[in-house]
């Protein structure tokens, strides 16, 4: 079905400030994406397109600013920063990018439960997205649940890095315990998210007991991408 009704193209994706989660899966689930969409016969084999990330000032003091030299490689040059004043700045800016077809995806950093996220705003970014075919994951930083039209709804928290292969003393490759607790196309439930050579990994860590068969991991790699109007 995931195949047929393609990319969950609004995400949310809620973590503490206090770690680096919610950047990394909200990164990590957009390069999936993005890396594995089919090319039509028309495009450029190598997508050239930019990635806006935009945070409000709240949210760069506590998590700090996107470190370009720790991107991939092939992320590296394409990121184009907005650092907004207030939710409302943030907001418009991402709104904005998601107009612009001219970007690969849009990933925006957001402190709590700011009264301009209400559920209209977040219905606009939904409809943008949609209508324009860019994908957009917000980070929702030190926020509670609330009313939002986003497709798919993330909890996320770090969880424990295995032993690397060759080097005992280095550190491992990143791991994250993620909640799919609202997704549209998808079924709920819990996972152990990854990243290893450049390739999102999963693990799942329990299923509903109705949804035991279904596994949303293969609506990623099977999506095709959106129409463009």
């Known amino acids: 079905m995931a195949a047929r009704q393609g990319l969950a193209l609004h995400n949310e994706v809620f973590a503490s400030s206090c770690e680096g989660a919610g950047a990394g899966v909200a990164l990590s689930l957009a390069l999936d994406d993005w890396r594995n969409l089919p090319r039509a016969e ?109 497709r798919m709804r993330w909890e996320v928290s770090s969880a424990p890095s295995p032993a690397p292969r060759w080097n005992g003393q280095a550190p491992g490759a990143p791991r994250w315990r993620a909640e799919l607790f609202r997704a549209r196309m998808h079924a709920p439930g819990e996972w152990v998210l990854g990243e290893e050579q450049g390739r999102l990994i999963t693990d799942r860590v329990q299923r509903k007991a109705d949804e035991a068969g279904v596994d949303w991991t293969a609506g990623l790699r099977l999506r095709h991408p959106p129409l463009r109007a």
């Open 42 to 150: 028309a495009c450029e084999a190598h997508d050239r397109r930019s990635v806006l990330w935009v945070q409000t000032r709240e949210a760069a003091r506590r998590v700090g600013r996107p470190y370009r030299a720790g991107l991939p490689e092939d992320l590296q040059a394409r990121i184009v920063h907005v650092r907004a004043e207030k939710a409302e700045d943030a907001l418009f800016a991402i709104e904005e990018g998601l107009r612009c077809r001219e970007l690969a995806f849009v990933i925006g950093e957001i402190v709590g439960n700011p009264k301009a996220l209400d559920f209209t705003a977040s219905r606009r970014l939904t409809l943008a997205s949609e209508k324009h075919g860019v994908p957009l994951f917000l980070v929702r930083l030190d926020a509670v649940r609330d009313l939002s039209s986003a």
